[in-house]
């Protein structure tokens, strides 16, 4: 299994391009979940998915936009990209059933 | 809004002591508080984790102590090792996808 996967490892961006993260998973999880870390501030969730055709907003959704088309992946979009998206972004995700949340390797992303 | 305050930012600990990392949450309405564990360059990863209805749960060298009426949780680490130098998050979990709300992070070095 390689677990909770996310491609690319790391892009830099001029501020209004757009891009794509993809997240995929190989274990068969409902909840998958996309979040951003900043320095002295922890990890904050952009949005998550409960299911294939449905996601929510999370504390930080503004700017991004997501979606779960099939069950093993999760879409993260940025459409005009501005210097402060320049963050870590990682997925993560999650039985139904229970509480531990795995996390991807995570994408390195720097808008200039 | 920081719903979930850790302290302190960082730690520096001598090889077989003990390293003692605090949080605070304001709602009540979490559910379940882990802690992860990250090394540079990877994702977190989960460490131990405790429910409300516990004082008390220890996994290891590693423990959480939590206190439900002043919301505070702590994680110990005792006879603290140079592989433990990571950085540590506490979390807590509220809402029907289990959504984790993060603390900011302690930086542990344990020092051979």
């Known amino acids: 299994n390689a677990g909770v996967t996310q491609t690319p490892k790391f892009r830099v961006l001029k501020t209004g391009q757009s891009m794509t993260l993809l997240c995929a998973q190989d274990m068969n999880h409902e909840y998958m979940y996309w979040y951003r870390q900043d320095p002295g501030m922890g990890l904050r969730l952009i949005h998550y998915s409960v299911g294939e055709g449905t996601t929510a907003k999370g504390e930080v959704p503004d700017g991004y936009n997501v979606s779960r088309l099939k069950k093993q992946n999760f879409l993260l979009g940025l459409e005009s990209a501005a210097p402060s998206q320049t963050s870590v972004y990682f997925c993560?995700?999650?039985?139904?059933?229970?509480?531990?949340?795995?996390f991807g390797p995570g994408t390195r992303l720097t808008v200039t | 809004q920081q719903q979930v305050k850790q302290s302190p930012q960082s730690l520096i600990v001598q090889k077989g002591g003990i390293s003692i990392i605090n949080c605070a949450y304001e709602n009540t309405a979490f559910d379940y508080f882990p802690w992860y564990q990250q090394f540079p360059g990877k994702g977190p990863a989960l460490l131990i984790a405790i429910r409300p209805d516990v004082s008390e749960k220890k996994e290891g060298r590693f423990t959480i102590s939590f206190n439900k009426s002043a919301k505070q949780f702590s994680l110990h680490i005792m006879d603290s090792q140079p592989g433990d130098s990571a950085t540590y998050f506490c979390?807590?979990?509220?809402?029907?996808?289990?959504?984790?709300?993060f603390g900011s992070g302690t930086q542990l070095t344990v020092l051979p």
């Open positions: 979390a807590a979990s509220t809402g029907s996808a289990r959504q984790l709300t």
């Open positions: 993560a995700s999650s039985l139904s059933t229970s509480y531990e949340q795995y």
